[in-house]
């Protein structure tokens, strides 16, 4: 597939972005900086426009999915913007039936755990990724130069929720049906890969300018097990993106022990956790840009001690041959706006 011409990569308009350059390797002027989970709960904007409105509804309306979306660049002036969505989102216009349970997370009706269980499982019709694109392309037409990441979840980790029925501390049952039945767990990934590939391939279509696969449950596997059962469904995600060359973000949570694992999947750019220094990232991935590493625990830590540990991230992160900087994870929910508006302005004057 190649991009639209009316596409701001294809036109131009994002294509010398600070973001962008960075993903492709190359040092900015300007140092970009944005937050996994900047667009939502920490900010109340956000929670004024969700009154009366469920996650998964929100994310499915145009307007609000883009309102969303634009609050955070326009109150932080972060360097991209980030989809407002879920990763659920491409399994629940698939046909499954799933909610976001408030304090819990993602929770499906009916597991997927058995052979016939996935058998039952239906692909998901382009047509249903309509508000996505409406979304995406409402979005970007008000971003102008700054660039939309889009996103998905890595096969793993919304394996992991299907199979768990919901959130799990160490994904027993998941890593059971792994080892236990190899061909249902390889349908089921296969599965899920497709679905967020499509997922990924429309928000590229309607504008998004690079994209990022989130693996947030990935640390529970080894590296053996990553590379022989994991990887080659996550690299079947990326696939859906063939031609398209837009810059691809590949973020592992607790994944420091495989780092080139990840990346070679198909990803552009690594993104890092607050657990490795990142001179040390940098050191196993040679020649890779890098995105973090931003603990979110120093988020609420006096300002002298968060603006030396976000220094010292920087300082870190010149090892690589290009650095976004970001967050570790995501924003907690309580996090305090001008913090985050703080740190872009630090960052943006080092």
Sequence with gaps: MVLPPEHPLATGATASAPLIRAYRGDRPERLPVWFMRQAGRSLPEYRELRVGTRMLDACLTPELASEITLQPVRRHGVDAGIFFSDIVIPARLAGLEVEIVPGRGPVFANPIRTASDVLRLRPLDPDALAPIREAVARTVAELGATPLIGFAGAPFTLASYLIEGGPSKDQQRARSLMYSDPATWA????????????????????????????????????????????????????????????????????????????????????????????????????????????????????????????????????????????????????????????????????
């Design 187 to 350: 349908a089921l990934l296969n599965w899920c890969a497709d679905i967020s590939g499509e997922f990924l391939l429309a928000q590229v279509e309607a504008g998004a300018s690079a994209v990022q696969l989130f693996d947030s449950w990935v640390g529970s596997l080894s590296e053996r097990d990553y590379i022989r059962r994991v990887a080659p469904h996550s690299a079947r995600v990326l696939s859906h993106l063939r031609g398209t060359d837009v810059p691809k973000v590949h973020f592992g949570l607790g994944a420091s022990g495989f780092l080139s694992a990840m990346r070679a999947i198909g990803a552009d750019a690594v993104g890092i956790d607050w657990r490795l220094p990142l001179d040390e990232a940098a050191a196993r991935i040679p020649g890779v840009p890098l995105q973090g590493n931003i603990d979110p625990a120093l988020l609420s830590a006096p300002w002298p001690t968060l603006r030396s540990h976000v220094v010292d991230v920087v300082e870190r992160g010149r090892d690589a041959p290009a650095h976004v900087v970001n967050l570790g994870h995501g924003v907690p929910p309580a996090t305090d706006p001008d913090v985050l508006t703080r740190i872009v302005e630090l960052v943006h004057g080092l």
